[in-house]
């Protein structure tokens, strides 16, 4: 398959744009699902997934020519569009990136749409996808998140030695 062109679709707001793909995967999933094995359906969503947001992260480095972690906060706000993530931020340096997302719009949008367990697929594990894309020497570590009941997300970034 060619290339794509490059995406333009986060101008949309990432918040409308995850519900927009909920809304046409969450059905197709359940089709697939009623001919094959769900969790194998769902492994095979999730695998593509962390393809595209590793792609993503790596366009994103090449649009902004700068792949440090103090780049990649800066755009945070994309994600945040909306009011989409309440995000208190509690250590930014050039090696280290540490937050919590306090409050995630996208885990009240899956659990409306009736889909909580396809929420982590869809959003949550593009992370450690998209920053691997975008520089393959910053790691995340994240221990809870909103989307699996936990008081907050724990985001810590830091540039490997």
Known sequence: MPPLP?????????????????????????????????DRVVAILRDTIIRVAQTQ??????????????????????????DALQIEVLDQTPDRFAFN??????????????IPELGAVLSCNRDYSLIEGFNPDIELTRTQTLMQGAAY???RYRVRE
């Open 101 to 114: 997302v306090t409050r995630c719009r996208y885990a009240e949008l899956y659990r409306a749409l009736g």
């Open 6 to 38: 490059p995406d333009t679709l986060n101008n949309i707001g990432v918040l409308k744009r995850r519900e927009i793909e909920a809304r046409i995967l969450a059905p197709f999933v359940d089709a697939l699902a009623s001919e094959f094995d769900r």
């Open 57 to 82: 992260g790596a366009e994103l480095a090449r649009q902004l020519g700068d792949d440090s972690l103090s780049a990649f906060g800066d755009i945070l706000p994309a994600w945040s569009k909306d």
């Open 153 to 155: 997300c724990d985001f």
